[in-house]
């Protein structure tokens, strides 16, 4: 789960991360009011969406007076923010937030995220602060610097002074580093965090650290544990047909391309996904439908999927284990009574009752339902069905 970085921040300082001055603003009223109340000659004025890339967008602004927040609130509200992160679509920008501009010395980044391979947290810092990190990784390698957490011992005087050594600070700014750097784990970890990112991490003038940005996701699987999050969740940044799949316990999530994918359990629905691509095609979203699927949830499943126009074919491909194949079968053919399937289906059933399954399929003759043999070969015709071929 993400949240806006006004929310982040106010995590922030609940445990003690130094932030700039600011407030949370739905009006170019309250935006006024806002920096009234703030002591600043100017004004930094930021959308609040679940993207990155904000200022490149247009969607972060500098005021130098009161007029000028009046103005850059009125237009930033209610526009449509467009980033790499948002698609052609864009996100409508119905927040936004107000803070004290910072005399800056020096620009760092820092984060935290799981490193799965290695099984525990690490810790990334660079001197390279207010660039994408992805950038900075591909075209500066070195000047990304790593240090692995255990989370048996937790955050260690010798994690900070080993990052800032490699940051190049002095003795005062590192002992100011290590304990801001350790503040930032005790949240990630007490919170369940997936990733935490603060770029830019500012040195100011008194070798303090200050966010002047936060990002955080949250393990989803964790929520149940942390009320006071769940709580900040905004639907409004959601996919709704992805809302709508997790209501009926669908595992959805919408992506650009034009074949759908309807498979059960996670690792075969991504290894479907890269098959597709292989086959030169492009799937237009990742659906789990669950190792117990039924005639309702297939059917769900093939409502949402063609919710998206761009969906020229979909690929069925499930593994009988708990659910038999036959009844998979059957859940498709009832499916495609309930609701207009008009896109080819291609099906490849494997596991239990896979055979009955795709007799069943077969001697049902609807011409638009394509049986497929195995993996490769029904990918390859999802995608040739995808293109008219």
């Known amino acids: 789960m993400n949240i806006h970085e006004y929310q ?42 679940h993207a990155g890339g904000r200022g490149k967008g247009g969607g972060v602004k500098i005021a130098s007076s009161i007029e000028d927040v009046k103005t850059i609130a009125e237009n930033m509200l209610g526009m449509r923010l467009v980033t790499h992160q948002t698609g052609p679509k864009g996100k409508l920008v119905q927040k936004i937030y ?20 290695a099984e525990m947290p690490v810790m990334i810092a660079s001197t390279e602060g207010g ?31 080993e990052l800032a050594n490699e ?24 919170k369940d965090a997936s990733l935490i990112e603060i770029n830019p991490l ?16 949250f393990d989803d699987n964790a929520l149940f544990r942390h009320k006071d999050i769940l709580e900040m969740r905004d639907l409004s940044e959601e996919e709704p047909t992805e809302l709508e799949a997790s209501s009926f316990n669908l595992n959805y ?15 075969l629905a991504m290894s479907t996904m890269d098959i597709i691509k292989i086959k030169g095609g492009e799937p237009s979203n990742f659906l789990d439908v669950g190792g117990d699927a039924s005639a309702e949830t297939v059917a769900k499943g093939f409502e949402i999927i063609l919710r998206d126009k761009n969906v020229k074919a979909i690929f069925v ?8 194949c036959d ?45 497929a043999s195995s993996l490769a070969d029904g990918a390859q015709k999802a995608v040739d069905a995808a293109r008219g071929v």
């Open 253 to 267: 999530i919408k992506l650009d391309g034009n074949v759908g994918c309807m498979v059960n359990g996670a690792g």
């Open 8 to 49: 982040a921040k106010q995590l922030f300082t609940t445990y003690g991360i130094t932030i700039p001055s600011g407030k949370m603003a739905e009006t170019s009223g309250q935006a006024l009011e806002a920096a009234r109340e703030i002591d600043s000659q100017k004004w930094i004025i930021k959308a609040q969406i």
């Open 131 to 161: 660039m994408e990190i992805e950038k900075v990784a591909a075209e500066f390698p070195d000047k990304i610097i790593k240090v692995r957490i255990d989370p048996l011992i937790g955050f260690r005087n010798f994690h900070g002074v």
């Open 98 to 117: 107000i803070e004290e501009v910072e005399p800056i010395k020096k620009e760092y980044y820092l984060g935290l995220v799981l490193d799965r391979k």
């Open 167 to 190: 940051l190049g600070l002095d003795k005062t700014q590192s002992r100011n580093f290590s304990k801001f750097a350790r503040a930032l784990y005790n949240l990630y970890k007490e």
């Open 202 to 217: 500012v040195l100011k003038e008194d070798d303090t650290f200050i966010a002047l940005d936060a990002k955080i996701n």
């Open 317 to 324: 491909n499930i593994f009988g284990g708990i659910v038999r």
């Open 327 to 371: 009844r998979i079968a059957n859940g498709i053919l009832d499916a495609a009574k309930e609701i207009n399937v008009a896109v080819p289906v291609i099906v490849r059933l494997d596991g239990t009752n896979a055979k009955i399954a795709m007799e069943i399929l077969q001697k049902a003759h609807i011409p638009n339902i394509i049986t």
